[in-house]
């Protein structure tokens, strides 16, 4: 079975093709292929469902990291630990589903790196919102690896971000146009940074990150590849969909009690829909951090 690649691939995607795919994910894309061509009837082949059923088997690929850990996190609530804490058994798991992709070639060294600088920024991040005097969520339960009052295993939960971004850009072969200049992006993805620490103490100036980020990105469209055809979709439209889905992400892992916002630790209930504009916020950090590695398909107009 041979795997052939469509030939109206941007030229400026066409170098992360086959030689940066990971056997595993050639494999994945035979098995699409052959179900599509040799199974699937052919007034199904290259309709709008048969492409949002690939599309969510893309995703779910992308998010092999994201959704191994969240398994972990939701499975680990309905057992007890004694001889090791729940926390540390988290951090053992998530480090050995690193080596996993990195041994199966899912993941690059390259990549890993951004992601472990992207791992590093977000445990300060985690140092300062759960200090005593700030509090803006707690993790409950104790454990060995830690630092502060921060389980170690907390920063692959924001790798597992930068992770489903580095696999989404090779699986779905993403390219951009109208992207804003590549320093502007540096410049918000900093400040919306700095502004997490800030808002406690001074003005909280996410509604004018919004705004800046709605300003430079509202022209940018994504370009990705389903099955056959190129489509597109607003970016601006992209970040708010992964966003939702990370909010519905965090109310599983605060309803198997992994973190606790002060609202929860009486009784369990949602996270408040306003949390999505933070996954929003951190979606930007994320993606830029990623997009070092991929400057080529940022700038295909």
Not at 135 to 142: I, K, L, R
Not at 165 to 184: D, E, G, H, Q
């Amino acid at each position: 079975m041979n795997l052939s690649f469509p030939s109206f691939v941007h030229p400026k995607n066409r170098g992360g093709l086959s030689s940066t795919e990971a056997p595993i994910d050639i494999y994945f894309n035979q098995l699409i292929i052959y179900w599509s061509e040799r199974l699937l009837a052919p007034n199904l082949r290259g309709r709008r469902l048969h492409e949002l059923v690939i599309f969510g088997i893309k995703q779910a690929r992308a998010a092999s990291f994201g959704g191994s850990l969240l398994a972990l996190i939701i499975l680990t609530s309905f057992f007890e630990f004694s001889t090791i804490a729940r926390y540390d058994f988290l951090f053992l798991g998530a480090i050995f589903i690193q080596v996993m992709l990195l041994i199966l070639k899912i993941e690059t060294w390259k990549e890993t790196q951004v992601i472990l600088v992207f791992h590093i920024v977000a445990t300060l991040m985690e140092l300062f919102k759960t200090h005593p005097s700030i509090g803006s969520w707690q993790y409950p339960e104790a454990c060995f690896f830690k630092i502060g009052n921060v389980p170690l295993f907390t920063g692959f939960m924001y790798s597992a971000v930068g992770s489903f971004i580095a696999r989404s850009w090779k699986i779905m072969k993403l390219r951009y146009t109208n992207y804003p200049p590549f320093k502007v992006t540096i410049f918000l993805a900093i400040a919306v940074y700095v502004n997490f620490f800030t808002h406690h103490f001074i003005y909280d100036f996410r509604y004018i990150l919004f705004g800046l980020i709605g300003l430079f990105y509202f022209r940018t469209e994504v370009y990705f590849i389903v099955y056959q055809k190129e489509r597109k979709m607003p970016m601006l439209l992209s970040f708010v969909l992964i966003s939702f889905f990370l909010w519905l992400a965090e109310n599983a892992g605060t309803y198997g009690n992994m973190w606790q916002y002060p609202d929860q630790v009486e009784v369990w209930q949602m996270v408040s829909f306003g949390k999505m504009g933070a996954w929003f916020l951190l979606m930007i950090v994320s993606f830029v951090l990623v997009s070092l590695n991929q400057k080529h398909t940022l700038f295909t107009d």
